[in-house]
């Protein structure tokens, strides 16, 4: 049975960055806030995680599966710019372990700009089971291409299974992530929707987030009135095996991510949250 951080978050899903120019920390960020945003450097949200079986599985219960921490870590300076850190992590636990007898410990690290919230770089840790695999992206906006490097881990010696290039990509690629806080910033209201260029590896699709209502949420952490949206891939399938995945952001003037959805073709991820830092 195979639950990944892919499908935790968007499935939650998931992408990584490497290269010989490795962001330098900043001693003292130039600001906390990014200009009118409504998260700040610091932000740290988790939430439980949880699996829904399939309707052929029916006499399986919904199931504890781990927790997922999204964190904007901090800023940074990548390419001699100014940029910004987030980072991501999903680990399983529970009754779902114990059931699959796999277990999930996986770290993900993006690097953005923080005007556009166009992804620069991603670095992937995945730790699943006996696979162990580290994948690295580079998004190159000027000569519009990415570089993908990917090792399994699970061997001995490690093994490369690739290193290449992909040519013809949009300007602006946005992670999972960076898509998340940059939908954020956006004025929310009934109806309206708005197209992006996400990516994921080595695959970039063209996303539309449709905003469906506004509804009242309820998580660990207390109620949310909150407004769901609903993403949906425009030049196919963004999620591996299809699936679609819906968030639902707090209707006050942070647009916290309160409760996600993730449809898959083996049942339903969800999350909730259950703790806000600061």
């Known amino acids: 049975m195979k639950v990944r951080a892919k499908l935790l978050i968007v499935l939650l899903s998931a992408p990584f960055f490497s290269g010989s120019t490795a962001p330098a920390p900043v001693p003292r960020p130039?600001?906390?806030?990014?200009?009118?945003?409504?998260?700040?450097?610091?932000?740290?949200?988790?939430?439980?995680v949880e699996w829904n079986p399939p309707w052929y599985l029916f006499f399986l219960p919904t199931m504890d599966a781990g927790e997922a921490e999204l964190s904007l870590a901090g800023e940074t300076v990548y390419g001699g710019k100014r940029a910004v850190k987030i980072i991501f992590q999903a680990r399983s636990s529970g009754t779902l372990v114990k059931l699959s007898g796999v277990k999930i410990d996986d770290h993900f690290e993006f690097i953005t700009d923080p005007e556009t919230f166009c992804t620069c770089a991603v670095k992937k840790k995945l730790r699943e089971g006996k696979r162990k695999r580290d994948i690295d992206v580079v998004y190159d906006r000027q000569q519009r291409r990415l570089h993908i490097r990917e090792t399994d881990l699970g061997v001995s010696p490690p093994k490369l299974k690739r290193d290449e290039f992909v040519k013809d990509i949009p300007e602006c690629v946005r992670d999972l992530f960076s898509a998340l806080y940059n939908a954020r910033r956006r004025d929310l209201?009934?109806?309206?929707?708005?197209?992006?260029?996400?990516?994921?590896?080595?695959?970039?699709?063209?996303?539309?987030?449709?905003?469906?209502?506004?509804?009242?949420?309820?998580?660990?952490?207390?109620?949310?009135?909150?407004?769901?949206?609903?993403?949906?891939?425009?030049?196919?399938?963004?999620?591996?095996?299809?699936?679609?995945?819906?968030?639902?952001?707090?209707?006050?003037?942070r647009k916290i991510p309160v409760q996600f959805e993730a449809k898959v073709s083996l049942?339903?991820?969800?999350?909730?949250?259950?703790?806000?830092?600061p």
């Open 30 to 48: 130039s600001a906390n806030k990014f200009d009118s945003s409504p998260f700040a450097v610091g932000e740290k949200l988790v939430y439980a």
């Open 189 to 253: 209201s009934m109806g309206d929707s708005h197209r992006s260029m996400v990516g994921d590896n080595d695959r970039v699709k063209e996303i539309e987030t449709q905003v469906e209502k506004r509804e009242t949420v309820e998580t660990p952490k207390g109620k949310y009135d909150a407004w769901k949206l609903n993403t949906v891939s425009i030049l196919g399938g963004l999620f591996k095996d299809g699936g679609q995945f819906k968030i639902w952001l707090s209707a006050d003037e």
């Open 267 to 277: 049942g339903k991820v969800s999350g909730k949250l259950k703790e806000v830092q």
